[in-house]
């Protein structure tokens, strides 16, 4: 066990690098790239619309499918989800050929998701977040937001009744 140990710090410490060393990379890489530019949309809800109209896209190609999806269909959640399929899809194929219809289809689920969530434009947890939050202490497991519903049938059980089971 004290080896293991052992083993484990000697290979953190081959893998780790000097903070002014990681420093002068991080500034190297910075000065080659530069920043890169922000999205001209704010919040999750915009920025994931940002992310479906324009796959794999350059910043103006997916500009133009956003203004597009905001003229042709609208940004609120109920407008994305009262739009055609034909309308969304247009929409998609401006921002790039690449999964149109899956593209389009997840722009209606990012709207139903922020539905499900109530009137604000926030995203909820998925089951693997909540489960984090109550393993730190955050969150109580009998909380009515923090509970599970099983979607799944519950198995039956055998029960063994002979003397001799099988």
Not at 6 to 20: F, I, K, Q, S, Y
Not at 115 to 122: E, R, V
Request: aromatic share 4%; with cysteine.
């Amino acid at each position: 066990m004290a080896a293991a140990r052992a083993g484990a710090g000697e290979r953190d410490r081959v893998t780790r690098l000097p903070r002014g060393r990681l420093a002068g990379l991080i500034a190297k890489l910075r000065s080659f790239h530069l920043e890169p530019e922000a999205p001209p949309v704010r919040g999750p809800y915009h920025l994931l619309l940002w992310e479906q109209v324009g796959y794999l896209a350059d910043q103006p190609r997916r500009f133009a499918a956003y203004l597009e999806l905001e003229e042709r269909v609208g940004l609120t959640p109920r407008q994305i989800l009262e739009a055609s399929d034909a309308s969304l899809r247009a929409v998609a194929r401006k921002g790039g050929g690449i999964a149109v219809a899956q593209r389009a289809s997840r722009l209606r689920a990012v709207a139903d998701r922020v539905l499900l969530c109530g009137s604000h434009p926030i995203l909820g947890l998925d089951t693997n977040a909540l489960r984090v939050l109550q393993r730190l202490g955050y969150a109580c497991a009998d909380a009515p937001w923090a509970r599970r519903t099983e979607t799944r049938k519950p198995r039956r059980r055998r029960n063994c009744r002979g003397r001799s089971p099988r």
